[in-house]
T-cell receptor, first 113, second 115 residues
Framework: GEQVEQLPSILRVQEGSSASINCTYE??????FPWYKQEPGENPKLIID?????ERKQTQGLIVLLDKKAKRFSLHITDTQPGDSAMYFC????????????FGAGTRLAVCP | GPKVLQIPSHQIIDMGQMVTLNCDPV?????FYWYKQILGQQMEFLVN????????KSKLFKDQFSVERPDGSYFTLKIQPTALEDSAVYFC?????????????FGSGTRLTVL
């Protein structure tokens, strides 16, 4: 199986600064790492993902890094805005599974004006 | 974007009763999933389903749980009988294929309260 640890559980940042969320996983056979954003009462939405053949991916103010040796991956939100306030979940998927994602416990991000 | 609809959004039932949670997946998707989220905790995988069959299930998918999608209608999760520890938000998801990096689209969840 797989276990995913996610830290911090709560993150408060000033608008315009960057925010970083870190996740670690246990099983080196995991090969796919998506990040989901969930706003209150809404469904989780995929915001960015990274495969195990990459170390870095960037899109629209989001950067994900993957360190396979350390079994660690992270999400960095640059130039945060109030609209970035939400719950963020990292996840890992074991190679060969039917898209069975193991999620982290979530990070509540609050961007303060 | 693609939408997964879940009905109802809230359900309150007495312990021991049966409940059916309904999911209308994205129209051309072939793989379906249920995840369970207890308040304040992470989503946990319950089961995935393809071509009329359960492909994988977790230890959370107890004998009282069952899933089906009769004739392309709703993908359902049935719990019979329910227990207090079944109280949670249940998220349905769907994907087109099971490729190595296929996006899961989640519904908004059904909040189940077992009294």
């Amino acid at each position: 199986g797989e276990q995913v640890e996610q830290l911090p559980s709560i993150l408060r940042v000033q608008e315009g600064s960057s925010a970083s969320i870190n996740c670690t996983y246990e099983n080196s056979a995991s090969n796919y790492f998506p990040w989901y954003k969930q706003e209150p009462g809404e469904n989780p939405k995929l915001i960015i993902d990274i495969r195990s053949n990459m170390e870095r991916k960037q899109t629209q103010g989001l950067i994900v890094l993957l360190d396979k040796k350390a079994k660690r991956f992270s999400l960095h939100i640059t130039d945060t805005q109030p609209g970035d306030s939400a719950m963020y979940f990292c996840a890992a998927r074991l190679s060969g599974s039917f898209n069975k994602l193991t999620f982290g416990a979530g990070t509540r991000l609050a961007v303060c004006p | 974007g693609p939408k997964v609809l879940q009905i109802p959004s809230h359900q309150i039932i007495d312990m021991g009763q049966m409940v059916t949670l309904n999911c209308d997946p994205v129209s051309n998707h072939l793989y379906f999933y249920w995840y369970k989220q207890i308040l304040g905790q992470q989503m946990e995988f319950l089961v995935n389903f393809y071509n009329g069959k359960v492909m994988e299930k977790s230890k959370l998918f107890k004998d009282q749980f069952s899933v089906e999608r009769p004739d392309g209608s709703y993908f359902t999760l049935k719990i019979q009988p329910t227990a207090l520890e079944d109280s949670a938000v249940y998220f349905c998801a769907s994907s087109l294929v099971r490729a190595s990096a296929e996006t899961l689209y989640f519904g908004s969840g059904t909040r189940l309260t077992v009294l």
